[in-house]
């Protein structure tokens, strides 16, 4: 019994470092699998896998923010770039409250206070003036299509009381 428990005493050091060497495995394991993002050459910060695993659509899909492999642990981060070139921005047509088109296709101008204000109404095709509707006395209007040589847009400007009130365009269909 004695010699038993002398070899236990003996052993129990060599069984703790053995432990303690493998505790240091898994850590090191641990820290192996971890994933570290570089910003610029420098360490931005370290993911473990399961937290890694969120970000990696952006390495396949290659996104505009995208992480690129560099190595089998080690990754580059590459924000989306913002050019000082920017691509022009289009021109939103936006539909005038008082000449439109109406369900039918006609035109119809819808006009406020027609007995105190004097309206006047220019249609042009392009550059050549089409239509002249000048001293407007009704507060509704509707100009059949067939008044119109083609279908397509056609620019108009609005005055009233001779200032510029609206300039924009409609649509015949």
């Known amino acids: 019994m004695k010699s038993l428990c002398l070899s236990v005493i003996c052993l129990l050091p060599i069984f703790n470092m053995a432990v303690a060497q493998k505790a240091k495995l898994t850590r090191t394991n641990k820290a192996a699998e971890n994933q570290r993002i570089f910003i610029k050459n420098k360490l931005y910060k370290e993911l473990s896998a399961s937290e890694y695993k969120k970000f990696k659509d952006s390495i396949f899909a290659n996104t505009k923010d995208t992480l690129t492999r560099i190595g089998k642990r080690t990754l580059q981060y590459s924000p989306a770039t913002i050019t000082s070139e920017t691509t022009p921005i289009q021109n939103i047509w936006v539909p005038s409250s008082y000449v439109f ?7 119809t101008i819808q006009l406020p206070n027609t007995n105190t204000k004097r309206y006047s109404l220019f249609i ?4 050549l003036l089409l239509h002249n509707i000048t ?6 209007w509707v100009i059949e299509k067939s008044n119109f040589y083609h279908s397509g847009w056609y620019n108009f400007e609005l005055y009233c009381n001779g200032e510029l009130l609206e300039k924009n365009k409609f649509l015949l269909q």
């Open 101 to 107: 088109t109406n369900s039918k296709g006609n035109l």
């Open 124 to 127: 042009y095709d392009g550059k």
């Open 135 to 140: 001293n407007l006395q009704e507060d509704y």
